[in-house]
């Protein structure tokens, strides 16, 4: 029987068959010399050491052999499910707290799976600030562009981050809102590039910053509206408008006197 059939039909966990740093092994009678029979579960999990074992000798006069070895072997199974089911939960969360270990400086955003990127496409001189989720089978890029903006290259690159790799809703949001960068991070990765050795230009954060060029445009004409500086709209006017606006007034006021007395 396949050790890892009772695991993988009792506990539902999409993972690889065998990680790399799981074990699960039995030994007979006479195969080790310190007499130990049974079964040997081992593992690491953020680089603690995990070992178990189950001894398949019976010391229990009232339970038959068969029996004792049939309830050491499930034992063994599910310690080792269960040892299997912690390093993959400390591999997703640890996935959602730290960059990998390979992410190049000024790339990473705090998590694994997306980083930033400063790249031209084939046979373009141009060089595009994009999100790049990073998967096995292929990379995919989501280019910030004068028809994809900034915020909406950020939501599309979530998206297919969330589903590539699986990961809950409401750690999606969360992300999504607490470690999305600003302009200024590709600003920085621009300076890193350049210092490794790329001649990027600075027009190739143009579409970057457009909206916040934008939102500074806004704020500029909704401060006008308001007044300078903040200030009442009493105070927007100079002494020789309000003076001219005085003397219409005036005027207008008389005429509507003169036609009263008429």
């Not at 190049?104 to 998590?111: C, D, K, T, V």
């Not at 930033?116 to 280019?143: A, D, K, M, W």
């Amino acid at each position: 029987m396949d050790l890892l059939n009772y695991q993988d039909k009792f506990f539902l966990f999409t993972t690889p068959a065998k990680p790399k740093n799981m074990a699960i092994d039995f030994y007979d009678y006479g195969e080790l010399k310190s007499g130990f029979a049974g079964w040997r579960v081992s593992g690491t999990v953020r680089n603690k050491r995990y070992q178990k074992y189950f001894s398949i000798r019976n010391t229990h006069p009232f339970i038959r052999d068969s029996e004792w070895n049939e309830y050491q072997r499930l034992r063994a199974q599910h310690y080792y499910a269960r040892l299997r089911m912690r390093s993959f939960a400390a591999q997703y969360f640890d996935q959602l707290r730290s960059d990998h270990p390979r992410t190049l400086a000024g790339r990473g955003l705090g998590f694994r799976g997306v980083t930033l990127g400063i790249l031209r496409n084939p046979g373009s001189e141009r060089y595009h600030c994009q999100f790049i989720v990073n998967l096995r089978e292929q990379t995919q890029r989501f280019v910030i562009s004068a028809e994809q903006s900034f915020d909406a290259a950020w939501d599309l690159a979530i998206d297919q981050w969330t589903s590539a790799f699986e990961i809950r809703k409401k750690d999606a949001d969360r992300i999504r809102k607490e470690k999305k960068p600003g302009p200024d991070a590709f600003k920085y990765l621009r300076r890193i590039m350049n210092d490794e050795g790329h001649d990027i230009p600075v027009d190739a954060l143009h579409f970057v910053f457009a909206h916040q060029r934008a939102e500074l445009k806004r704020r500029k004409v909704s401060e006008t509206l308001q007044g300078r500086n903040g200030s009442s709209s009493d105070d927007f006017w100079g002494e020789q408008e309000l003076g001219e606006f005085a003397a219409h007034l005036a005027q207008e006021i008389e005429r509507h006197k003169g036609r009263s007395q008429a």
